[in-house]
């Protein structure tokens, strides 16, 4: 695949946070309320920088999980000014950094800035990836009859179908096997 590791991470994360919309699923169930739901995400999907960890952190992140669906639900020109507005009002300011294990990458705001701000902020950049490699093809939604999940496909052929939250490429397999066997013997 085309993106570096940071731009990865972050594609991964922003699909993830977007997975725990009530929509996202067939169950309907919200997948970010309580702070043991947040901590959760956060143990997969790190972030650096500053934490509270309240309400009002929580309150904030789970407001950016709309903006960040939205970019499943258009094409790439589209998706320009929604990314631009993100990075604007994050007051991004892009500028290279070396920590812990990882080489020089980029942060885009200040490590004191809110969580949900440096969560939308690093979303956006690894957008800003996908838009200027022309790879928007590879930002999806799940093709489950009963599944919203979004996913970005970073296979090497870019055949992925389906997500990873539930068990959608197995099922649907089952489903079309059992669909084909009918067929023969009916």
Known sequence: MVFIHDTEMSLRAAAALVNTLPETDGEGLDRLVTQDDFDAYLDEYPYTGAFRRDDDELAAVRANRSRLRDLWSVDRNAAVPLVNAMLRDGHALPQLTRHDTF????????????LAVRMLVESAMAFVDVIRSDQWDRVRICAADDCESVYVDFSKNGSKRYCDTGNCGNRMNVIAYRRRKAEETG
Not at 103 to 114: G, L, Q, R, V
Request: hydrophobic share 35%; aromatic share 8%; glycine share 0%.
């Open 103 to 114: 080489d020089w990458h980029i942060h885009a705001t200040e490590s004191e800035a809110p």
